[in-house]
C-alpha cells in the first residue's frame, strides 16, 4: 500500500518539537487524572496530524497554475499585489485559498519559476477568511519569475490563531511546481495574483489540494 493510501502521513520536520511538547503535557496531564491524560493524547494526535507532510502528484501539462495549499477556496476578486514585492501597482486576479486547523499546511509553489523577491510584512491576526486579512495582516509575500517573463505573486497570510510563517526560500531560488516553499502554524491563508488576462479555473467554496489542485492555465504570454 503507498504512503499517500494510509492514514498515518509522514510529519514535516517543523512538527516533531510541538509533537513532543504535547506529548509531555498529555503524560503530566495522565498524572494528574486519568481523563485529562486521554485528551491530551488527543490533542498530541492532532498535532501530529496538523503537520503531516503527505506527498503529492503534480499536473506534469506545462502552463498550468496549481493551488499553493490545501483548503477552500474563499474569495476570487481583483487586487493589487502586495507593494513590497515591487510589482506593477495594477489589480490582478487574486485567488485565497483558506486553510482550518485540520488542513494540511504545507504550502507548495503554484509555478515553475525563480523567486525575485520574498519580503515578510508584520500585522494584525483577523480571522484569515476574512478580506481584510491580505492588507492587515501578518504577511510573507513572493514574486515568482516564470520562463516567459511573467510574474506570479504567493502571499502567505497569518490568522486568528496563526502566529507564526515560516519561508524555506530567498531570491534567487529556482522552483518547480508543487515544491514545497512554507508553512504556517495552526490556521491561514494563501493568495495567488494571477498574471494580466490569466482567469481562474476554480470557483468559491472548491476544495483545494497543495500541489495537484489546477487553479488556472497560464496561456501563452
Known amino acids: 500500500m503507498r504512503m499517500r493510501d494510509t492514514f498515518i502521513k509522514p510529519m514535516h520536520p517543523e512538527g516533531r ?3 513532543a511538547i504535547f506529548a509531555a503535557i498529555a503524560l503530566v496531564l495522565f ?3 486519568e481523563p485529562l491524560g486521554w485528551i491530551g493524547v488527543g490533542a498530541t494526535v492532532w498535532c501530529y496530524y496538523f503537520f503531516r507532510d503527505p506527498e503529492r502528484v503534480t499536473p506534469p501539462r506545462p502552463g498550468l497554475v496549481v493551488s499553493p495549499a490545501d483548503g477552500i477556496v474563499s474569495l476570487i476578486e481583483p487586487a493589487v499585489p502586495p507593494a513590497e514585492l515591487g510589482l506593477p501597482d495594477v489589480p490582478l486576479t ?4 483558506f486553510m482550518s486547523v485540520f488542513n494540511c499546511h504545507v504550502n507548495r509553489v503554484p509555478v515553475a519559476g525563480e523567486v525575485t523577491a520574498v519580503a515578510y510584512r508584520p500585522g494584525k491576526f483577523f480571522n484569515a477568511s476574512l478580506d481584510k486579512a491580505s492588507s492587515d495582516n ?3 509575500a513572493l514574486a515568482i519569475r516564470l520562463e516567459d517573463g511573467r510574474d506570479i505573486a504567493v502571499v502567505q497570510i497569518a490568522g486568528l490563531v496563526a502566529r507564526r510563517i515560516l519561508c524555506f526560500v530567498q531570491p534567487g531560488t529556482r522552483l518547480a511546481r508543487g515544491e514545497r516553499f512554507g508553512l504556517i502554524r495552526f490556521g491561514s491563508r494563501l493568495d495567488v495574483y494571477l498574471p494580466p488576462g490569466v482567469a481562474p479555473m ?3 467554496g472548491q476544495t483545494m ?3 495537484e489542485t489546477v487553479i488556472a492555465e497560464l496561456g501563452e504570454a
Open 209 to 211: 489540494v497543495a500541489g
Open 202 to 204: 476554480v470557483a468559491v
Open 94 to 97: 487574486r485567488v485565497s485559498v
Open 138 to 140: 501578518e504577511r510573507n
Open 17 to 19: 518539537r510541538f509533537v
Open 31 to 33: 498524572l494528574i487524572w
